[in-house]
């Protein structure tokens, strides 16, 4: 049985866990679904978009307004995707989305879809445990958004504490969960593709 590949939108926030996308973003092809960026003008601060555009082979987005695209951005990857990711989650987004503000690319989508959400937050445990982060994570939760992490590790401010972004296998499970793969998908994994073609040119 073919299928074709679920849609998800990874959507990348300003935190140091943004290093890790490029590992979300290639265990997500393995597994089987067709992944499309979008990163925050923060985001872009710790990880490259031709970055995310090369690991996912499609372009990765950071603006609301994009002269290039003839369709809404924010709309046609709210309609298409099956579930939205938020990995690495800041606190900012989570605010932001728990209070319906939609001022960039990413929450704009985030209101616009009726898909499944998951949430991978990375911050200070400080931040992580302030009242006002942990009110807006219980609306969320509220309002049918699913979590992953954080777990407890080592944080880039120095503290070892919770506040570090699930591990990648972790979030991906949580994806598997919340949107299974059926059957075998059409699009192939990025890396057996690779593999094929190597072999081809000896
Ligand atoms: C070095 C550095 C690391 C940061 N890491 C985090 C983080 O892990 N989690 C978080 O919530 N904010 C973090 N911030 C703050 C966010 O980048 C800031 O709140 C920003 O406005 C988030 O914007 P965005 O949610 O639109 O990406 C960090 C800032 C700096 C300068």
Redesign the pocket.
């Known amino acids: 049985m073919m299928m074709s590949a679920p849609e998800i939108v990874l959507g ?6 943004a290093y890790k996308t490029g590992d979300i973003i290639r265990q997500l092809r393995d597994g089987g679904y067709g992944v499309t960026c979008v ?5 872009t ?2 990880i490259s978009p031709t970055t995310l555009q090369a690991l996912s082979e499609r372009k990765a987005y950071t603006d609301l307004f994009d002269p290039e695209s003839p369709q809404i951005v924010h709309t046609t990857l709210a309609d298409r995707a099956r579930a939205i990711l938020v990995a ?7 605010g ?1 989305f728990a209070n319906g503000l939609a001022d ?1 690319l ?2 704009c989508i985030l209101l616009a879809t009726r898909a499944k959400l998951l949430f991978a ?4 445990v400080h ?1 992580w445990q302030h009242p006002t982060v942990q009110r807006n994570v219980q609306t969320l939760k509220r309002l049918g958004v699913r979590f992953v992490g954080p777990d407890v590790g080592k ?2 401010c120095g503290y070892e504490a919770i ?1 570090h ?1 699930a591990e990648t296998e972790e979030i991906i499970r949580a994806l598997k969960q919340l949107v299974p793969v059926v059957g075998v998908p059409a699009a192939k994994p990025a890396a057996a593709t690779k593999k094929i073609k190597a072999r081809k040119r000896r």
């Open positions: 990348v926030t300003g935190s140091i866990g990163l925050t003008q923060r985001a601060k710790f690495p989650a800041t606190a900012n987004i989570i932001k960039d990413l929450s937050p990375a911050m200070n931040m944080l880039a506040g972004l």
